[in-house]
């Protein structure tokens, strides 16, 4: 045991200390990308949920407008509401990528058809209903897109749950305490030993 340990002590307490290096660069690299990924998920997911909110303004404002626009006017609208559609699905694959469910194809339906449809004939004849219809559509330009991005930010908090307290409030200095000692008098004890026999 001395002769191997006149030999390769030395090599082993390097051996060790790299170990222990690579163990923590490990740990670190782990952690920033972590980090990282949370971190642009939060930044697609906050363009997403900009973007529901200024259509959601949008929406509001035409429909309350509806009957004083042209018919140009109105194409322009259905139009650009067609390529927000486009850009909320790109968002949804995009941020699928990081683990994140978001909107149903329900909720994008839903979405695309307070945009676009518009009363029926059957229903401009009709006063009531028309405004009815308007009724519902301002109503739900407002309430409907709060509550999506609000389901969306629940999604993200589920999935990234915040940190409340330190990790070292979790558990009990004593506790912490109990849990690494065996541990570094282990570390310490070996590497002594093969200090101890490398210098004798």
């Not at 900009?50 to 429909?63: G, H, N, P, Q, R």
């Not at 994008?108 to 006063?127: A, N, V, W, Y």
């Amino acid at each position: 045991m001395t002769a191997f340990l006149d030999n390769y002590g030395v090599l082993i307490s390097v051996g060790c200390s790299f170990l222990f290096l690579l163990v923590g660069w490990f740990i670190v690299l782990n952690g920033t990308k972590y980090i990282t990924s949370r971190n642009e998920a939060r930044a697609t997911l906050n363009d997403l949920n900009k973007l529901l909110d200024e259509t959601s303004k949008s929406a509001l404002s035409f429909w309350l407008d509806y009957e004083k626009k042209d018919l140009i006017k109105k194409q322009i609208f259905y139009k650009n509401s067609l390529s927000v559609i486009t850009q909320i699905r790109h968002y949804k694959e995009i941020l699928s990528y990081y683990g994140l469910d978001i909107l149903s194809e329900k909720e994008i339906q839903d979405f695309k058809k307070l945009l676009t449809l518009s009363p029926s004939q059957s229903i401009e004849k009709d006063k009531d209903k028309l405004k009815q219809f308007f009724k519902d559509k301002i109503l739900k330009s407002g309430t409907s897109m709060h509550i999506i991005i609000l389901n969306n930010n629940k999604v993200f908090l589920a999935h990234h749950k915040p940190v409340q307290k330190p990790f070292i409030d979790k558990i009990s200095i004593i506790s912490f305490i109990t849990l690494m000692s065996p541990l570094s008098f282990s570390i310490g004890f070996f590497l002594g030993a093969i200090t101890a026999y490398t210098l004798y």
